[in-house]
């Protein structure tokens, strides 16, 4: 079963079935029990028959001694495909089946899974995680460069380290999302609080990323048509805004989730107040695209204007840069969302190829965001040609002074009286 979050597409393993909540199963349970009270057991009472039962999903009706009943599969179990079906065992001697190993009566629901559905599932699942744990460590070491580099420390590579943290961190609790929910469906039936906070956390910081692109694209906007904006400024609120909103926002999100009660299984399902995170996503995209649309008309009427119009108002080297990567970035980052009208249905040829490129784009964001805006970015190669160069000569400076006092030493130690006396 898929679970959608802005283009973060992730599949619930079913190695062993996600539970209901007690609620849902009480309610099972009297509805079992009130069918059963209802059945007439005339027809087995010279014969053996197993008694009907609750066994916590499904109600099973009197049976016959000797005969496999069969019944679809729960549709409410994630994993479990409603078009198959489960069964249990009565004994010839009346009692229902047990299991070999636990010894306790058992239904058998591993008919309810395809095997081959759970398997592409793991092999998604497992390009998530990677695509994520490549991305927080190029974050990492992109936010190190930036920091230790203090001729790169700039108001531009200020919002580029704001961005590149606001992803590692969320790339960081997609991980432990997985690692600690996804793939331990007790959790999920547990519904403990603390993965609660991690779903409002991880959404948290993933409106952040959408800010921070927002804020890159109106700093890039800003600079290039009002030429005489203070850098310093605009820094100052992208700071406040790209960190604040995104909490107004996931505020009212959790607000509407805890009044109206869709709270359970750690808030994994969809729920209708999700809404309440798509609405501001698409409404920064759609201004990042204003901004770009804006941006190529600027800088086109100031290319057409030919050299005689060069002045300090024409757009720097390092400014085209950064628009090409904006450029590139974002429709990038925004992929999953052109393609998720176009999602093929189950089944169809093209499903897994769309699973496959939505976890691809989706998880190596941040590695697309490191490489553009810090690996390939000019004035950061050049920084750490100079750091190697530098390094690289020190050690051969050193090496050839120690290798010259060495020399004089071993000649000095070496040489006789006489030398000594002929040297006076």
Not at 137 to 147: D, G, P, Q, R
Not at 214 to 224: D, I, K, V
Not at 228 to 255: G, H, K, M, N, Q
Request: charged fraction near 15%; include cysteine.
């Amino acid at each position: 079963m898929y679970e959608k979050r802005f283009g973060f597409n992730f599949k619930m393993t079913t190695e062993s079935p996600t539970g209901i909540t007690a609620e849902f199963q009480n309610n099972l349970r009297s509805e079992c029990e009130r069918k059963l009270n209802e059945t007439v057991r005339s027809a087995y009472l010279s014969s053996h028959f197993c008694r009907g039962t609750f066994d916590g999903w499904l109600c099973w009706a009197d049976t016959e001694a000797g005969v496999t009943v069969h019944q679809p599969c729960p549709q409410f179990i994630s994993g479990f495909d409603p078009t198959r079906t489960a069964y249990k065992i009565c004994n010839k001697d009346g009692t229902w089946f047990k299991h070999p190993i636990s010894r306790a009566v058992w239904s058998n629901y591993t008919t309810c899974i395809n095997i081959d559905d759970y398997n592409w599932t793991q092999r998604i699942n497992q390009i998530y995680q990677t695509g994520y744990l490549v991305s927080f460590i190029a974050l990492l070491l992109s936010i190190t460069i930036l920091t230790y580099f203090k001729s790169l420390r700039c108001a531009r590579n200020t919002l580029h380290t704001h961005m590149f943290t606001s992803f590692a961190i969320n790339n960081l609790l997609w991980l432990l999302w997985y690692r600690l929910v996804v793939e331990h469906p007790s959790v999920v039936l547990h519904n403990g609080w603390w993965c609660q906070i991690l779903h409002v956390v991880l959404h948290y910081f993933l409106l952040t990323n959408y800010a921070w692109m927002l804020a890159e694209g109106f700093y890039l906007h800003t600079l290039l048509v009002f030429a005489f904006t203070s850098e310093d400024t605009l820094v100052r609120w992208s700071w406040t805004l790209a960190w604040s909103t995104p909490l107004v926002v996931i505020t009212l999100y959790s607000f509407l989730r805890i009044v109206y009660d869709h709270t359970s299984e750690c808030w994994i399902n969809e729920s209708p107040f999700t809404e309440v995170l798509v609405v501001p996503v698409c409404m920064s995209m759609a201004l990042n695209l204003v901004f770009l649309c804006n941006i190529v008309r600027v800088l086109w009427v100031k290319l057409q204007a030919g050299p005689s119009h060069l002045s300090n108002s024409t757009p720097s080297r390092t400014l085209l840069q950064a628009f090409r990567a904006t450029l590139l970035l974002l429709p990038l980052l925004g992929l999953h969302y052109l393609l998720t009208p176009f999602r093929p249905p189950k089944q169809h040829p093209w499903e897994r190829f769309y699973e496959v490129v939505s976890a691809t784009t989706s998880s190596f964001q941040g590695l697309c965001v490191a490489t553009l805006f810090c690996f390939l970015n000019g004035e950061v190669v050049a920084q750490i040609k100079r750091r190697w160069q530098f390094m690289f000569f020190r050690t051969r400076a050193n090496s050839y002074t120690a290798t010259t006092v060495s020399v004089r030493q071993f000649v000095r130690s070496t040489a006789g009286p006489g030398d000594n006396e002929e040297k006076v």
